[in-house]
């Protein structure tokens, strides 16, 4: 971890990418914009999106966008670099994120 990195969220709009199945995100750190994403799949199986279009996806994305963004930047800041494009929240990832998030703010 670098001393000062952090990863920012200025709620930027989010959108559904069709061809990853995924509603895409962004942040910022250290003046970068950083590409960051949640699965169909964990937007189904964590927040209640099973069934629900893409703009239904995206709007559950939007109820949960504060703890959504937490489990991003815990991933950024603290799990091994999985892709240099994108932060993908993964459905394997999210009881791990949550529970990481949980920690974190208890502190």
């Known amino acids: 971890m670098l001393p000062g990195l952090e990863l920012i969220f200025n709620n930027p709009p989010a959108h559904y990418d069709f061809k990853r ?23 189904d199986d964590y927040f209640g ?17 504060s703890m959504i963004e937490r489990m991003a930047r815990t991933k950024f800041l603290h ?14 990832d999210v009881p791990k994120l949550l529970h990481a998030s949980a920690e974190g703010s208890s502190r």
């Open 79 to 92: 799990w091994p670099i999985e892709d240099l494009d994108l932060v993908l929240i993964k459905t394997t």
């Open 21 to 43: 199945d995924i509603v895409m995100f962004t942040g910022n750190a250290l003046s970068n914009s950083v590409a960051c994403a949640i699965s169909r799949a964990a937007l």
């Open 49 to 65: 999106a099973n069934g629900l279009g893409p703009h239904g996806r995206v709007q559950k994305f939007l109820d949960n966008r």
